[in-house]
């Protein structure tokens, strides 16, 4: 763990010390990254948690900046495995650099052995809004390294965990995602490139944290609600609404199913 100097607090926290600092819990069986708009039936379900604090306390952290996120960590114990949940994220079209919306990522790696990351993503035109997209793969069209790293490292999707998710009601089959800078959304022409390269939605954060984790030996599953599609690739041709209600059931199924899966 290193310090900044200048400013007096940490910078890096490879091993997770800052972890067990803010929920006295030295490992975690899931960490779980989504918006708590996505996160209200398990709210509901779990009450509150052991512990929770500041997302931004930790190393390298910083507070969320977009609408609808939290700048919140909860440690929560289920049936005797604990799960750590960010209610918000970094994301890179707010600013910051890879180092720091990757920063929770890489000082929870040491801490879990698996991750799941539930983000928001615009459909290209083959699949409706309203549904989950499970996280196959992705293309990286960021125009920046997904992260900090002093060496090329191999990294993927866990394949297992995936196809366990496209099981559940209100989930497809696993597919292609496209990493894209933001915060606009993709236009017709970029949409019809990316359909062409194999994507089925487009993102702008979570691609990189997952592969800091899984470059680090977590395995990690993503889903991505569909919550718009491009202007005129959609069946009626237009712009489609954002969806109002984000199926937070769903993301509670997806959590125990995961747990489930890692038994």
Do not use: K
Not at 59 to 88: C, F, H, K, N
Request: net charge negative; aromatic share 4%; with cysteine.
């Amino acid at each position: 763990m290193s310090v900044q100097n200048a400013a007096g607090t940490w910078d890096e926290d490879p091993d997770g010390a800052s972890i067990l600092l803010a929920t006295g819990r030295a490992r975690h069986d899931l960490l779980v990254v989504a918006e708590p708009a996505l996160l209200a039936d398990l709210d509901d379900d779990w009450g509150a948690p052991a512990s929770r604090v500041r997302l931004s306390f930790l190393p390298g952290v910083s507070a969320p900046g977009t609408v609808g996120q939290e700048d919140a960590l909860a440690s929560y114990e289920y049936r005797g495995r604990g799960v750590l949940i960010a209610r918000g994220r970094t994301a890179a079209f707010e600013g910051r650099p890879a180092r720091r919306t990757t920063a929770l990522a890489r000082t929870v790696a040491s801490q879990v052995p698996a991750a799941l990351l539930v983000t928001r993503a615009t459909s290209l035109g083959g699949l409706a809004p309203g549904g989950f997209l499970p996280i196959a793969d992705h293309l990286n069209l960021g125009g920046q390294p997904l992260f900090p790293s002093s060496r090329m490292v191999e990294a993927a999707w866990d394949e297992s965990l995936t196809a366990t998710l496209a099981g559940l009601d209100g989930v497809g089959e696993p597919g292609v995602v496209a990493l894209t800078p933001g915060p606009v959304r993709p236009t017709r022409a970029e949409a019809a490139v990316m359909a062409g390269m194999g994507a089925q939605a487009a993102v702008c954060d979570s691609v990189a944290e997952a592969m800091a984790l899984a470059a680090r030996g977590v395995r990690v599953a993503g889903l991505a609600y569909l919550d718009a599609e491009v202007a005129g690739t959609g069946a009626a041709g237009a712009a489609a609404t954002p969806a109002q209600l984000p199926a937070p059931q769903v993301v509670r199924a997806a959590v125990l199913t995961a747990l489930g899966a890692l038994r």
